[in-house]
């Protein structure tokens, strides 16, 4: 039922941590997951500096997807975009060939405030690794939700028990939010190959075993699951069609390895268009080798 547990690695980014649970060495990916990191939890005090903020960046090859718990980020990206994103919202951007983004934390700069989320990168299909940039924002309302028997659940991409979220993907997956109370079920969709749950809090049993907040449990291919919570806990689903394996340095994803050689020398040379509304600063590349970016 089990084939891997990933602990989350914590680190500290100069004003809060996340934990990185992908890539992990021995299992870099979960269907077309290639990159997932629980920001926070963390309670900002007002005023926070704008070096907690994080500046523009670039992405090739690869669509990233921010749900929040609680919190507030600012997006602003270089297709024109700037939308604020709340907890059960959906920001869904595809790079494609390229586009730059920033998020910042306006809201708690002002008034302070707890923030905790998940930010996931899904690596894009071979055809569509050079599609143009997009992006698409989805309230909480046009997400499917449904509650049984101690579990509630909003389908966040993807298709599963018989429901279809309206975010675009580009391949077969499926992300989802839930809730569990004491005793309730979650049995894991066997008709994606490859699938896991990231424990955000909470315990629960698996197999017969206790996991607890911070862990991913990867799911052996081809056999059903079952998560049983011995509390109140909140998971994330998430799993699909294996895509190919992908390259990952910094903030980019690719089946090619000069495609990210290429991409390195752009940013670099300052040939990828900065966001309209957020283009006074930025990050520079950073010195080899760079490893993907908290928070990207």
Not at 93 to 110: C, L, N, P, Q, V
Not at 141 to 156: H, K, N, Q, S
Not at 257 to 269: F, G, L, N, S, V
Request: net charge negative.
């Amino acid at each position: 039922m089990i084939d891997l547990v990933i602990d989350q690695r914590r680190r500290d980014l100069g004003g809060f941590e996340v934990g990185r649970v992908l890539p992990y060495a021995p299992h870099r990916m979960v269907g077309p997951f290639i990159f997932f990191d629980h920001m926070g939890p963390v309670e900002f005090a007002p005023g926070i500096p704008r070096s907690v903020d994080v500046r523009p960046h670039p992405h090739i090859g690869l669509s990233t997807v921010t749900y929040l718990f609680d919190g507030e980020i600012m997006h602003r990206d270089s297709v024109g975009s700037e939308q604020p994103i709340r907890p059960g919202e959906v920001n869904w951007m595809t790079a494609g060939r390229g586009i730059t983004h920033s998020e910042r934390f306006e809201k708690a700069r002002a008034i302070g405030g707890r923030m905790d989320g998940i930010q996931a990168w899904i690596a894009l299909p071979v055809e569509d690794e050079e599609i143009e940039p997009a992006f698409a924002h989805h309230g909480s309302e046009a997400l499917p939700e449904f509650t049984v028997d101690g579990m509630w659940m909003r389908l966040i991409a993807g298709e599963c028990w018989g429901l279809r979220s309206p975010v675009r993907t580009h391949s077969p997956l499926v992300y989802a939010h839930c809730r569990m109370q004491a005793g309730a079920k979650l049995p894991i969709p066997v008709h994606y190959p490859e699938r896991a749950v990231y424990i955000a809090s909470g315990t629960v049993d698996i197999g017969n075993q206790t996991f607890g907040p911070g862990q991913m449990i990867v799911f052996t291919r081809g056999r059903p699951g079952l998560v049983v919570a011995l509390g109140p806990a909140t998971l994330m689903l998430l799993g699909g069609e294996h895509i190919g394996e992908r390259y990952i340095e910094w903030n980019f994803v690719s089946s090619r390895k000069e495609r990210i050689q290429q991409a390195k020398a752009d940013w670099a040379a300052g040939r990828m268009k900065l966001p309209d509304l957020d283009h006074h600063e930025f990050i520079p590349l950073p010195p080899e080798p760079a490893v993907p970016n908290p928070m990207s």
